[in-house]
């Protein structure tokens, strides 16, 4: 039940700095506390030596909290001021798609956060200070408080300093497209794979309409479904895939063998965009679009999208022998109550090499990646899988005969090597 709501939240920026801000400011009440405690207990014993001893301290640390507090929030907008210029440069370079690999990076995430929590402990403890001098009748003595300030601005410089790695890494086209496949194959290890013979269940007899907003469908509460088509005794299947785009008024779901409560519909939820969560062709989606726009004139950059193949070849062979199309979810008794479509074999080999092998006659580095790629494989995949990877071969081989005017460039550029050019 967690689990997409888990996923929304890392897709957003504000969670992670609110939750920071609430225990910042619970700390700081523990602190204060603890400080409340130590000086009436120094007054009880009538320790005022001791009690003038902390408030001297506490105005010695009060000049460094000032001034941490005066710099921690234009320390904050020149980070990230710098940061969204190195974001709008790597969509702009690779894909514009890839923003979220930065929105949902938790150094990132982090390090925002603990700045933030800093500068706002800083104020909370400018304010614990009392007016009063005299040991005797001050309340507290924020020495604790500033002590842990310290330690957070401490543990900021130590983000800080991740932070600036992260973000130049994220910078580097190998580094986001390993970070893309690792996601990938994150969707691939949950993704459900016990798939079987359906029993005939004749017609559909109801349909779920969408009735919330328009937008793409990002994920299915799988259990949900599951529990609610056992409730009623019958068969649920997903009309549209994991990635569509669905507008209000449309179906959602088939029912077979009875009726549901419209109210299951709340079971599936939209978005502005494509998320990992479930979706088993994002990853090859963004790979394909690095590799395009790096094929771009006005990028013309093939090694990038020879790393794209790589990848691309790599997820393909992590697939290639697995059960695709139609999974079906099951009840604990065993029977098939929700039916969800997923991509095919031929719809991921598409995704991936169509729209790069339309650009590659222009590059022998590509099309040399490209055909030791499917050649790997052909090696991979049982017979009845080969067909696609055989299309695209020969559409790639005519491709390239009909651009290359020479017969020297054309035999070249045919012949496969997984460098590219090595």
């Known amino acids: ?14 969670f992670a700095p609110v939750a920071a801000l609430v225990g910042i400011f619970v700390l700081w ?35 460094i909290v000032t001034t941490i507090s005066s710099a ?42 603990v700045f933030l929590a800093t500068f706002a402990l800083s ?34 410089l130590l983000l800080f300093v991740a932070y600036v790695n992260s973000t130049l890494r994220l910078m580097r086209v190998g580094h986001v497209v390993d970070l893309i496949t690792r996601e990938a194959f994150g969707v691939l290890t949950k993704q459900p794979w016990y798939v079987g013979e359906l029993a005939d269940v004749g017609e559909p007899t109801d349909h779920v309409l969408h009735r919330g907003r328009a937008g793409v469908l990002r994920d299915v509460n799988v259990a949900l479904l599951v529990r609610l088509a056992q409730r009623h005794g019958v068969v649920l299947r997903m009309l549209p895939r ?6 209000p008024g449309t179906p959602i779901l088939a029912v077979y063998g009875g ?14 965009e494509r998320t990992f969560h479930q979706d088993l062709g994002f990853g090859l989606r963004q790979l394909a679009d690095i590799g395009l726009r790096a094929l771009s004139p006005a990028v013309n950059d093939p090694t990038t999208a020879v790393q794209c193949l790589d990848r691309i070849t790599q997820f ?39 729209e790069i092998r339309g650009c590659a006659p222009g590059s ?14 052909l090696t991979l995949v049982p017979a009845e899988r080969r067909e696609p990877l055989i299309r695209h071969r020969t559409l790639l081989t005519q491709l390239v005969e009909r651009t290359a005017p020479e017969a020297a460039d054309r035999a070249f550029a045919l012949e496969a090597d997984r460098q590219g050019i090595g």
């Open 259 to 272: 009726t549901v409560p419209r109210r299951i519909g709340a079971a599936v939820s939209v978005g502005v």
């Open 316 to 354: 393909l062979a992590a697939v290639a022998n697995r059960p695709l199309g139609a999974v079906h979810h099951r009840d604990r008794k065993g029977t098939v109550r929700l039916v969800q479509d997923v991509p095919d074999w031929t719809d991921l080999v598409d995704l991936g090499l169509t």
């Open 242 to 247: 994991i990635g569509d785009f669905v507008v």
């Open 123 to 156: 104020l909370l403890v400018l304010t614990s200070y009392d007016s009063e001098t005299d040991p005797r009748y001050v309340s507290t003595v924020p020495l604790v408080s500033s002590v842990l300030t310290l330690a957070m601005v401490a543990l900021s």
């Open 1 to 14: 039940m967690l689990s997409p709501l888990r996923e929304h939240l890392r897709d957003t920026f504000w």
């Open 29 to 63: 009440l523990i602190a204060s506390a603890i400080d409340s405690a130590i000086v009436g207990y120094l007054q009880d014993e009538q320790a005022y030596d001791e009690v003038a001893e902390l408030i001297g301290i506490a105005e010695d640390a009060k000049t």
């Open 364 to 377: 022998p580095q590509v099309s040399r990646r490209m055909l030791a790629g499917i050649d790997d494989l």
């Open 72 to 113: 921690m929030m234009t320390f904050i907008g020149v980070v990230f001021s710098i940061s969204l210029v190195a974001v709008q440069m790597a969509s702009g370079q690779f894909s514009p798609r890839i923003v979220r690999i930065f929105i949902r990076s938790r150094i990132t995430k982090a390090a925002f956060s």
